[in-house]
């Protein structure tokens, strides 16, 4: 078998031959050809002026109006690796830093409007707001709403109705909500919604009072509560006794003197002169009644209904009358109360 394939090989072997000769004999390409004979190709391009077996050295002369520049390079060795140092330095900065200075700064406003745009609410900025409430005890009655709003932290003071804390002994809640719970003793709690539109509840139990307190939680894309002062009409732990026992009117529906204390009187309210007293100290006249709001205690005369708040503000409710008799801190002030004068008036 072996035999076979090796005189197969050699049977091609000599055809493969015999066919590259012939091919060779009809190019002309053979050695049997005279060594004068050669074929000139045609499609060869024919150079003017040079005669065929020239001597290539033979060049015709130039032209006396054609000019050749055959002066030396005029750098120096120094001043080309100079020139290579600068283009490849000017290669490496067009390559870190392709952008133009003005370019980079158009391109981070445009960032930075991009961000703001993705970032930014989509009814905008909430208005913050602090508000003072009372909570009503009745069953009937509609717990009190907390406007929260993502991104932004709403503090709830419990107060009693003297304006004194009152601390909390435990808090439970439902809803997306992240609220941190006071410290033993504290009377703060702070709330932060989690989600857009997150809504729920959570039920607080106060130090020595037995009715648990309700709080509905909302969130809120126009206004937020930044603080809450919760007052509950009861006298709490710290209750501060006052110098005069007045009629405790303070119910959750009282209007009139929690829009005083907030410092946004109700309609119709008239504003007093008050003299005698600091800018702390304002007063209004409604349906016979008299409002002062201020930080002082109010010693005479004698008030219906008063209320605090967690900084230290009072309103004060009584029937009309022109004087005050305050005590900043152990100092008797007397303050007169007046209409204020029609300046267009004859």
Sequence with gaps: MVYITKILSLACFVALSSLSLAQAQDLGLTGNQPADVVSQDDSLPQVEGLRAGADPLDVPPVPSDVMIDMDPISQTPEELEAEIRQEAFDA??????????????????????TEAAMNSPSAGIPTPEISVQTISLDPGATPLVVRTSPGHITTV???????????????????????????????????????????????????????????SLRTDQKSVHYRVDARVPEYGPFAETPLIEGVDDLAAGNLVI???????????????????ADGRTTAYSLLGKTYVRTPLTLLSPG????????????????????????????????????????????
């Design 92 to 113: 490496v900065i067009t390559g870190m830093f392709p952008l133009q200075p003005d370019q980079i700064h158009e391109l981070l406003k445009y960032y930075d409007k």
């Design 157 to 215: 003071n419990i107060l009693d109705v003297t304006g004194a804390p009152w601390p909390i002994q435990d808090v439970s809640w439902a809803g997306d909500f992240e609220i941190i719970e006071p410290e033993e003793g504290g009377h703060i709690i702070r709330i932060t919604p989690m989600e857009r539109f997150a809504y729920g509840n959570m039920a607080v139990r106060l130090l020595t009072l037995k009715t648990p307190i309700s709080i």
């Design 258 to 276: 929690s829009s005083v204390l907030d410092g946004v009187p109700p309609s119709g309210a008239e504003k007093l002169n008050v003299s005698g």
């Design 303 to 346: 008030w219906s209904s008063s209320v605090s708040s967690a900084d230290g503000m009072n309103v004060y409710s009584m029937d009309s009358t022109p004087v005050l008799l305050l005590s900043d801190k152990g100092r008797f002030i007397r303050a007169h109360l007046s209409q204020k004068e029609d300046l267009f008036d004859d």
